[in-house]
């Protein structure tokens, strides 16, 4: 019986959780597919509120990457030398190419289709 009355209180605790918290970043990708059976089960709870606020962050992560190479801060100090950046960015891109990472460009485009899509399925539920 204790086991059965643990059980139900942790899974009102996950379910209370997941349909309150929001993923740590863009869990979808441009054709709507949700990554993750945890971020799944958020939009199965949550709904029009996971998908909005899918759709701000990845506004905010497009203008994040836009902005990133303006406004590059080194240990406190910010590189206006353009060489400085350059070559700054140079070395992440090759960083992020060895971690398998997307980093720049090609991360906007994607992120831009996800908000595209992301638009029309806000809007097709109003």
């Given at each position: ?35 993750g ?48 950046r ?34 029309q ?6």
């Open positions: 019986m204790r086991f059965i009355k643990l059980s139900v209180v942790l899974g009102v605790g996950l379910l209370a959780f997941l349909s309150l918290s929001d993923p740590s970043g863009v869990v979808v990708d441009k054709t709507g597919k949700i990554d059976l945890i971020n799944k089960t958020r939009e199965f709870l949550q709904g029009e509120k996971f998908w909005g606020s899918q759709l701000k962050e990845a506004n905010r992560q497009v203008a994040y990457w836009l902005e990133a190479p303006k406004n590059i801060i080194v240990r406190g100090y910010k590189l206006e030398n353009a060489e400085d350059d070559e700054y960015l140079k070395v992440r891109r090759e960083e992020a190419k060895k971690n398998k990472q997307k980093w720049g460009r090609p991360k906007i485009m994607a992120l831009k289709e996800i908000i595209e899509m992301l638009e399925r806000t809007s097709e539920s109003t």
